[in-house]
């Protein structure tokens, strides 16, 4: 089964690869600047709220909706609450045009998503090696085939506060403890059949901290056994569980080859999902984790999917429903009716609303500044005002899709920072959308249609 993360085009967006998180204080304060974030307190702190509430499970059945002006952070602010809420809560991003898809029903995509949304956190009893490293060698041997040494394994010494033991460990534990850089004086989990290693943190009182930089966390060394079995807690969702029952049904039938591991999953399926589930709850074998959906551009969706969703609210295995738009009162889709946000009332009735507001000049600049940086293109004084000036004029997402442009402008005139020159130059040959639409009513006679 996959693990629980899943990050779609929305999350992975390279033009929101600067934020890190809301940036509010411990009070929930939002910084004037902080996790990549400027400005937007209000709908900050909002999202803290929201966060907090994901997490004590006090959002069940409700939703939220980002609503405001282009460009005014809403996809943005989406991406930090993700980045809050950490890696063990599922998050699935998905762009309404995503709901449309041609191989997929409508229904199906976000049923999936749905269920992507949730998760299963199962205790498991594994048998694990645990303890500090005491010693750590690793085996080298020589191949006819490369002339570089090949590694053949580690012998490794862990200790407890009660034990001690020293075994030979395969290339395989080698290779994750490079990777992890682990020295001797850290705390480390080995799964005793699945041999992954992990590095728990570094032991109090031993070994020195070799930089002020060591970030690794103390820990407390642990007593008792090098061997012994230990409560592991792991997270898939009810789409890994579903896949999981399918495929086995496909292999019962013969059907493997057909199934193609992501079409569609018969209802029959997530029943028998449902109820597994149940049970292991009852039983106390497992947790529900709600995780989010989070829809962007919401407005693309139709009322028939709104229904779909209003309903999946309500049932016993709901995640949280966060929307974004940046529409006014306009028509639901594939209706004549005029509703805000083209949402349905009665799915804006479960919805809090966080409305974003427009940037001030300043935050503007702030916004250009931390983007040019995250792309690593150096600006003057100039540029950077010039580039201001038109992300207030002209819009905030035009200005920052001016910086590539503008830097390669400047590189064909050899120079590494880019200069007013450039960016003038670039605005000159990159329309904004309102530019363009003058443009088109200019020459309506001579486009087609
Ligand atoms: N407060 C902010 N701090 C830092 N970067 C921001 C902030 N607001 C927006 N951005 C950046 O500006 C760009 C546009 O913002 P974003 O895509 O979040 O707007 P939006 O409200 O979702 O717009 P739309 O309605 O068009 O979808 C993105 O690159 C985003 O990361
Ligand atoms: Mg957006």
């Known amino acids: 089964m996959a693990e629980v993360r899943i990050s779609s085009d929305v999350l992975s967006a390279a033009a929101h690869s600067h934020i ?38 006090r959002l069940a059945g409700k939703g939220i909706l980002l609503a405001g002006p282009p460009g005014t952070g809403k996809t943005a602010i989406a991406i930090a609450i993700a980045r809050e809420l950490g890696e063990d809560t599922p998050f699935v991003a998905l762009n309404a045009s995503e709901v449309y898809s041609l191989e997929k029903k409508k229904t199906e995509v976000l049923m999936q998503a749905l269920r992507r949304a949730i998760g299963v956190r199962v205790r498991e009893t594994r048998r694990v090696l645990e303890g500090v490293v005491t010693e750590i060698k690793y085996l080298r041997k020589r191949s006819v085939w490369s002339p570089y040494p090949q590694i053949a394994g580690v012998k490794l010494t862990l200790e407890t506060k009660d034990d001690s033991m020293s075994f030979s460990a395969p290339p395989e534990v080698a290779v994750q403890l490079l990777r ?36 690794t966390e103390e820990v407390e060394i642990p007593s008792g056994s090098v061997e012994k079995t230990k409560d592991i807690l792991r997270t898939f969702t009810l789409h890994d ?37 149940k049970n292991w709850i009852e039983e106390k074998k497992a947790e529900l984790v709600p995780g989010v959906l989070f829809i962007d551009d919401a407005h693309l969706l ?11 609210m309500e049932s016993d295995f709901a995640p949280i429903i966060i929307l974004a738009t940046n529409r006014g009162m306009t028509k639901i889709r594939g209706t004549d009716i005029e509703s805000p946000h083209g949402m349905p009332r009665d799915l804006l009735d479960r919805l809090l609303i966080i409305p974003t507001r427009p940037y001030t000049t300043d935050e503007i600049r702030e916004i250009i500044r931390i983007r040019s940086e995250e792309q690593e293109i150096p600006l003057s004084q100039d540029a950077l005002e010039e580039l201001t000036k038109l ?44 530019t363009s639409v003058k443009l088109l009513e200019k020459y309506r006679d001579l486009m087609l249609y």
């Open 180 to 215: 992890l850089g682990v020295k001797k004086g850290d705390v480390i989990i080995i799964d005793a059949e699945t041999l992954d290693v992990r590095k728990v943190g570094r032991a109090k009182g031993r070994g020195t901290k070799l930089y002020d930089i060591d970030i």
């Open 302 to 312: 139709d009322l028939e999917v709104y229904s779909f969703i209003t309903k999946a």
């Open 391 to 434: 992300g207030s004029t002209h819009s905030l997402r035009y200005a920052l899709q001016l910086l590539e442009p503008s830097r390669i402008i400047a590189e064909s005139q050899g120079r590494i920072k880019v200069e007013k020159q450039d960016v003038e130059a670039a605005s000159k040959l990159f329309a904004d959308i309102k």
């Open 20 to 57: 890190r998180g809301l940036g509010l204080d411990k009070d929930g304060k939002a910084k004037k600047i902080g996790g990549g974030l400027v400005g937007q307190e209000e709908a900050r702190e909002a999202a803290g709220i929201v966060v907090k509430m994901i997490k004590y499970g």
């Open 241 to 277: 569980i579903d896949l999981s029952i399918a495929a086995q049904r496909a292999v019962f039938t013969g059907l493997l080859a057909l199934f193609g591991g992501e079409k569609e999953i018969s209802d029959e399926v997530r029943r028998k999902t449902d109820e597994i589930v």
